[in-house]
């Protein structure tokens, strides 16, 4: 097994399973079998009031009739567990414990309608808005304050003001953000709970996440999981974003177009290999103009490069 190289499917379970997670997940299987490497899902479920278990067992069930089979994390286990991030909110909190300490994030006490109020205020002066760094310095006193009128703070990161977050996409190239776009962003929010962006950075870089490839609606989120390893000292892995599925009028793909579940296709008599096949060539040019593989061959040729 190739140790360098490790790659994840990490869904979040709220609904059907999408084609277009399907073709991540497919994606990253690819790759991972390639690369002789592993694959690893994990479940995504901190949005508490989307997630179910009856969405969790729909993707694990169509990525098995796929014959996507994963090597590390939920139900098969591994040693970087727990899988489900709602059983990982102790690391969570360590991560962000030493970052408080360290002075590279801070109390946030501002109501929604002071960040809303700050938000049009910029919108009106033609800037794109971020947070105005209200709490970035707070006294003491002004902490007792806000204590004392029961408000209940997130927690912000501290994000450099100048300078670019860059990196190399896998499909894209080379892609830079504006630190200055950036912002004090939130990473815990005020129920305690951190955010996607937050958790997702802890877990790939504890689970030794060598290469994320994911959708394109993710790259905007990618400077600020590079401004969380950086802030946390970790190595920053490898990006590729996939552009999305789109239906034929260009918009991303949904009810309107037709079947967009894994189940649905299965339900109308489509066969696992065929919707592998199909896949894996939204996205993928294989060299030459063949339209059918096999498994092994998908496996043999498949290669980022060529997304
Ligand atoms: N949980 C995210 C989603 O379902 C995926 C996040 C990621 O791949 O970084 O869209
Ligand atoms: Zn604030």
């Given at each position: ?79 970087n ?10 690391l969570?909190?360590?991560a ?102 937050f958790a997702v950075v802890i877990d790939d870089a504890s689970m030794g996440i060598t290469?994320v ?12 999981q590079?401004?969380i390893y950086?802030?946390l000292g970790y190595k920053i892995p ?70």
């Amino acid at each position: 097994m190739n140790k360098e190289f490790k790659v994840r499917f990490a869904p979040s379970p709220t609904g059907p399973f999408h084609i277009g997670g399907a073709r991540s997940a497919l994606f990253n299987w690819l790759v991972a079998r390639h690369q002789n490497g592993k694959f690893l899902v994990r479940i995504e479920d901190t949005d508490l009031a989307r997630s179910t278990r009856e969405s969790e067992e729909n993707i694990k069930k169509a990525m098995k009739w796929l014959g996507l089979y994963w090597d590390e994390g939920i139900d098969v286990g591994g040693e970087n567990g727990p899988y489900r991030q709602t059983e990982r909110l102790p690391l969570y909190n360590a991560a962000v414990q030493r970052l408080l300490e360290e002075g590279k994030a801070y109390y946030c006490y501002c109501s929604a309608d002071e960040l809303e109020e700050s938000r049009k205020e910029q919108l009106k002066e033609g800037k794109t808005p971020i947070y105005n760094n209200h709490c970035s310095h707070l006294t003491k006193k002004q902490i007792e304050q806000y204590k004392s009128e029961g408000r209940k703070p997130a927690i912000r990161l501290r994000v450099p003001k100048d300078g670019v977050f860059a990196f190399d996409d896998m499909v894209r190239g080379h892609v830079e953000f504006q630190a200055a776009g950036v912002g004090d962003f939130i990473i815990v929010k005020s129920d305690g709970i951190p955010v996607y962006n937050f958790a997702v950075v802890i877990d790939d870089a504890s689970m030794g996440i060598t290469h994320v490839i994911r959708a394109e609606e993710h790259l905007s989120n990618t400077p600020r999981q590079i401004a969380i390893y950086q802030a946390l000292g970790y190595k920053i892995p490898k990006f590729g974003h996939i552009s999305l599925i789109l239906g034929s009028d260009h918009k991303k793909m949904s009810k309107r177009h037709g079947a967009t579940s894994v189940d649905e296709y299965r339900k109308m008599g489509y066969l696992p290999d065929a919707v592998v096949n199909y896949l894996a060539l939204l996205g993928w040019s294989p060299k030459g103009e063949r339209e059918i593989f096999s498994r092994e061959e998908l496996i043999s040729e498949f290669s980022m490069k060529r997304v």
